[in-house]
């Protein structure tokens, strides 16, 4: 008698609930993360402030009822751009990921490149995001290349390019005015003459910054010595002779002439080189003031040199915008990482939202059942419709992107306000935010001045600040 009531009862556990009564099956849309793991700007920060935002974004769909959620598929980019490249392939053609979102100038220009190269099967047909690309070739439609191939991207005719890192031409212009409001108009040693030195990677992002200083410092300041040294990007930085540039940069001669000793060195690199740079640059002794930029301010930096650089000087985008998504987001990553938000973290984080609520935007304009069926040119439409200026301003965080999946859900226009800063892609593709001049205290980053590039592109001083980041 206990065997057929045990059949029975497994038969029954086995059937299958009415087709009403089982839930929708929840559907994934993949967004490709292509940031640096190994290379010479590897942040784990990057990849965890990116994560944050997926899980804000899925806890938000569980909450609205949708029967879709968000995936990360992962690629090494090794801030290489070989490797970027074969990353997004990977990421676009074998995980079906929507959107890519990647790092620097180098990378995000070799990954844009797969859609002007005339083979089909490079074609990404999926938004680029950069996260921490800031070359001013980049999204300029006046862009200049031999490589036809490369002008076409830097470019970016066909719209699949954005960042929400800003263009190193604000900083430049802040670089500028910082360095010629010293002195008698920059000339700090008396001789007359303004010169300054610029070390910089010789790459799209460390060449193109150095160029948008050299220009705004010769308009500025007409007669001004400029002299501008790179290093190849792929030295290693434990043999490379850090020393020898130095005195490059601190003689008293500019391309061989003698010219006079230095009013200020800029250096332009990445962390792994600046580290070195700086070591060598305080073993010399001299007394040139160096102004560093934003790749300087890494925690890697930090940990490497210690009390050795503090008192040293920089400038950079901010690390947090203003307001309710920037407090959330600060909030949210200590609460996970235990340490508060670093440079780059909002950027990385608001690179993966703008992605995701354009696709949900764009999948609720085009009334489909399944999210899921958006494609990556339409996700590219809807990465300026996030920013609509009439639309209700939704923060970060899992109830801001509730919130903007209800406005979606009634057709009604969304205003995204990012943790960075506004995220408001222009017809470039670009952004503008805050910029920061930053002093190393007490073995942090602590913002001294800020810069407001939002309202006024001569990003005017807004106030002084004395905040640890």
């Known amino acids: 008698m206990k065997r057929p009531l045990l059949v029975l009862v497994l038969c029954v ?23 640096d793991r190994t ?47 074969a990353g997004a392939l990977q990421l676009v053609k074998q995980q079906n990921a929507k959107a890519i979102i990647t790092d620097s100038s180098q990378d995000d220009i070799a990954v844009n490149m797969l859609n002007y190269d005339g083979d089909p099967g490079h074609q990404l047909d999926v938004p680029i995001v950069c996260m921490a690309c800031t ?28 960042r929400t890192t800003m263009s190193d031409a604000y900083q430049a212009r802040m670089v500028v005015h910082m ?23 010789d790459d799209p992002y460390g060449r193109g910054f150095s160029d948008a200083i050299r220009a705004d410092a010769t308009r500025a300041r007409p007669g001004a010595l400029i002299e501008q040294i790179f290093h190849d990007v ?4 434990a043999e490379y002779d850090w020393a020898a540039d130095v005195a490059k940069v601190t003689d008293r001669k500019n391309r061989g002439k003698a010219s006079g000793t230095p009013d200020a060195v800029v250096e332009i690199t990445f962390p792994k080189f600046s580290a070195g740079f700086t070591k060598a640059y305080l073993a010399s002794g001299s007394q040139v003031r160096l102004v560093h930029t934003h790749n300087f301010r890494a925690v890697r930096v930090l940990e490497a040199l210690k009390s050795a650089v503090e008192g040293q000087e ?60 958006v494609s990556g040119a339409e996700i590219r439409e809807g990465m300026r419709s996030i920013n609509d200026p009439r639309g209700e301003p939704v923060a970060a965080g899992a109830q801001g992107f509730l919130r903007a999946i209800q406005l979606a859900a009634k057709g009604k226009p969304i205003d995204y306000q990012g943790a960075s800063g506004p995220c408001d892609y222009d ?12 002093q190393v205290q007490g073995g942090q980053f602590v913002d001294v001045d800020r810069f407001d590039c939002v309202k006024d592109p001569s990003c005017p001083q807004l106030q002084r600040h004395a905040e640890g980041r």
């Open 427 to 438: 017809e470039r593709g670009d952004i503008v935010a805050q910029l920061a001049r930053f």
């Open 39 to 85: 290379g010479s700007i590897a942040t784990p920060s990057w990849g965890e402030s990116i994560r944050l935002a997926v899980v804000h974004a899925n806890q938000a769909l569980k909450l609205s009822g949708k029967a879709v959620r968000f995936e990360i598929a992962e690629a090494n980019s090794g801030n290489s751009p070989d490797m970027a490249r």
């Open 179 to 201: 360095l010629l409001s010293a002195g008698k108009k920059g000339d700090v040693n008396g001789d007359g003459k303004f010169k300054l030195s610029i070390y910089a990677s």
């Open 135 to 162: 070359s001013p070739a980049i999204d300029n439609p006046e862009a200049r290349d031999d490589d036809p191939v490369k002008q076409a991207a830097l470019r970016n005719g066909k719209r699949w390019n954005f």
């Open 13 to 35: 556990s086995c059937n299958p609930a009415p087709q009403s009564a089982q839930a929708p099956k929840t559907s994934v849309i993949v967004i490709g993360q292509l940031v």
């Open 314 to 373: 920089g400038t950079s985008q901010a690390v947090l915008g203003e307001g309710a998504s920037a407090q959330v987001f600060a909030e949210e990553l200590k609460s996970v990482t235990g340490q508060a938000p670093a440079f780059r973290d909002a950027a990385a984080y608001d690179a993966a939202m703008t992605v995701m609520l354009a696709a949900i935007q764009a999948a609720e304009q085009r009334h489909f059942k399944d999210p899921a069926m």
């Open 234 to 237: 792929k030295a290693n930085p």
